[in-house]
């Protein structure tokens, strides 16, 4: 085991200290915790999404505290928490099997795994949540193992499935699937209907509390999806068909859905057959396995009508347990044959993955909407997920490391008298998702000029002591139409509309036409233009960067 944690972690690490905080989702997480951090236990910043992960933030907000503030902190923290989570998978798999070499096959698939390497390195709840899923799994195949004395254990499992809930709600609909094996487990052991139902209530108390507080305190968000329910499109068979395809081929690759399905139809057969006795307690356990992902999604299906892959994330170590048992179990006779059998396996799955990663699925919002077209690796695909994966595995286009590289680049030289101006008006400028304006960047001495589109550049600069103009096409967003501008001291006004080509007195707004009033009030104030970025580099070719005169060097 020591071999994959040490490879995963490395991974992981890699180049991490220098991606900064990325921006969208990421950033509004980074900005609660800091928020808790202050003391303010909140779900929102500026009246705007409501985010009660309460599990989440808390153990983002520790990872501030324990490894500084710092744009890397939380990531660090997920990076090792991910470490946990191999060693809880080897765990898993070992409770499960008892076979070393499905162990270290599913372990060493896992720390190459794409999906959770990006995961690790983002400030995004997949990781945290797989962590409390493997330990909810975990307790409940040692507690139903101990038979008369299960509900304790049973009790923690829920207790880690309603932490796993309060960190991505979604997840609260394992509830279901897990309590209908308990209640299976139950029977076939020959309890009886009391045993089983007392094994239910403590199984499920914690997540039903967890789930009727994130109900209750998000209703206004989730209350559409549960009205979905009654008036979902399409042929209910089809959509769970799909969801699942498409979330073993966005979250690992076609590969890996193949094997999935000859993993679920051996169990079958190998079962129907009769087989040996000693063997079907382990077909069992490679069914639960691989039936417990498939159920989650048929649950899943009756709620939304699309699917983020990497949210599979947590139930891929459970996924990677079955198929490597039942590798093993198909070649068991001969140690040696097992042994290589589960390592070809291995090694298949892992260049099938880094292949697929080339697609970049995983950040997809739309890619469940249809079935996801069978693609094996070829030179190609396997060579531009080589360089994502392994060269440079600060591969993240949803989330360029632009504004740490921003940061690095004027550390020092900006403060309350030399501030820095953001532009354009749709530079990134929702509540809660500024990364220039977090604690760890620039806080309120950066100011963005949509929050003051009513005033000039020249009233712009003169009010706010700006010294530093930066205008960056990186992650830019549609043109405002409603906008919360911020107030600077955790202040937001109200949501207002806004017409900002009325405003800069363009008619229609552009940001090239705002950069072209930019310039021209740049050269007449004589500012000077600053190199602040290595040639051909993602900031170099979306940012721009000037240094306005003080007074004494005024033209």
Known sequence: MLLPLAAALALRLQGLLDMGVGGNDTIYYYTLAEYWL??????????????FRPVLLGMNALALLLFGHTDYAIKLGNVLLDGLNLLLLALLAWRLSRRAVVVLAASAVYALLPVAVWSARQELPHTASTFYVLLCLLLLVAGLARRGAAWPRLALSGLCLAAATLTHEELVLLAPVLALYVLLAARRAGLGAATGLRWLLAFLGLPAAAALL?????WGEISPRLAAVFSAEGFYPEVVGRFLWDALVGSMSTTAALLYAASVLYT????????????RPHLRAAQFCLLVPAAFVAVYALFFDTLFSRGFLPLLPLLLIGIFTCVDLAARRHALVSTLACGVVAALLVVANVAAYSAFNIADRRFARSWAQPALPDAQSLA???????????????YASHWGNVYR?????????NRLLILPSVAIYSPGRRPLQTDVYFGDDAVYRVDHHELSLQEVVQRFNIRWVLFTTGQSRAEARRLRRYLYNGRWAPAGRVDLGAAYGMGSYSAQGEFKQLQAFLAERGAVPVT???????DARNARLWRLPDASESP
């Open 384 to 398: 531009r997920g080589y360089r994502a994966f392994l060269v440079d595995a600060r591969y993240v286009p949803s």
């Open 268 to 279: 079958l057969l190998a079962l129907r057959g009769g087989g040996a006795a000693a063997l």
């Open 38 to 51: 202050r003391g303010d236990f909140g779900f929102s910043v500026g009246q705007g999404v409501v985010v």
């Open 409 to 417: 680049a004027l550390r020092g030289s900006v403060d309350a008298s």
């Open 532 to 538: 602040a970025f290595p040639p051909g580099s993602y």
């Open 214 to 218: 994130a109900l209750v305190i998000q």
